[in-house]
């Protein structure tokens, strides 16, 4: 948690713990702001002073969430380092943190992911710009040979589709003892060297034809 | 469903079917095997003639789901064809079979997927018998001078981790529009080129060391 600069700031950081408490003990779903009202000792018309509807708290605990790893991606983009090993790092750094977050607490991990699922609106743009952050890399790789033939939002489909385990974080959560760094390294080599410019004399080519 | 042989298997499919409209209506977990007796109007001790628990049924259930994925898998082991399209049909053709199923019925797939979490035992046999026909296939990629430097063992897990978004029935459920065939085709070119034997010589080599 961030250091609170007022005191509205550091009410809503201790509302946000008792919300943490509540979801880890009984889930996301099923709480309502009246339960939080109670749980933090608050009458209800003082709690919509610091969140007006569980909407704008699961928005505030998406921010908490997302800080640390925005942080992550925005210091590396503008790390000047080969785009290799900055695309490795991309997702290597927050498969770390995702992973320290689920050992030290699963189930709040998981009530977490149900508080997302229930707020999706919410979530979405900070899925957004995660894209957003990883389309800057692709297309420096693709500065650099990779990629080529295809437009940048069809790379960042495809990079998402092979990375799943790496960075779905409730795939994660069913395949936790594959998503390795070893075996991220693998996958990240592997998808530069299937699709770097010169993979027109690669054995196979992609063909684009469906198969019935 | 198969063909019944005797009366006794036609008796089993009819309560199968009766528990597929259950678990339709409220999901596999709560339901027991006293609300299966009374949908099925038998007597309790009538129907332990036919499945003595509810993991013989939910083993008799998988059997269903999991037979035509089998046949896919073990015609095409045996076809003759070069190992690069026996590879992409080895996940296309299931790929369009759960895509019909879901298709057909979102519900009774979530169901069937929470079944199987309930009963992973169960559950677990088909998917080693699926990891066994795709070891076979990336066996034969490997003689074909694919993963050189690699162990089977090591390959299956790879592949397996890149082709979550075409395999993985409950990664499905969330991401069905990006699991094309299209896609699936430049995954598979990708994860071949990527791992040809003269890889070597290409731009990114497989770095086994785990950066911080």
């Given at each position: 948690m961030p250091r609170p600069e007022t005191d509205i700031d550091a009410k809503r950081i201790e509302i946000m713990e008792v919300a943490d408490k509540i979801i880890r003990e009984r889930g996301a779903i099923s709480f309502t702001m009246t339960d939080l009202a109670?749980?933090?000792n608050m009458s209800q018309s003082n709690l919509y002073r610091f969140f007006?509807?569980?909407d704008a708290l699961a928005e505030a605990m998406a921010g908490e969430w997302f800080s640390d790893l925005h942080k992550i991606m925005e210091d590396l983009v503008q790390t000047d380092m080969p785009v290799e090993e900055k695309l490795y790092l991309f997702f290597a750094k927050r498969l770390v943190l995702k992973r320290a977050r689920y050992d030290e607490d699963p189930?709040?991990?998981e009530s977490y992911m149900e508080l997302g699922d229930e707020h999706f609106e919410v979530i979405k743009g900070y899925v957004d710009l995660a894209d957003h952050y990883m389309a800057s890399i692709l297309a420096e790789a693709m500065e650099n040979g990779y990629f080529e033939g295809l437009e940048l939002d069809a790379v960042v489909s495809l990079v998402n589709t092979m990375m799943q385990p790496f960075c779905n974080p409730k795939l994660m959560m069913q395949m936790m003892h594959l998503a390795t760094e070893?075996?991220?390294?693998l996958v990240i080599s592997t998808i530069l060297n299937g699709m770097r410019a010169d993979r027109d004399q690669a054995a196979v080519k992609p063909?684009?034809?469906i198969a019935g």
């Open positions: 109670a749980a933090a007006d509807s569980k189930e709040l991990f070893e075996r991220l390294r063909e684009l034809h």
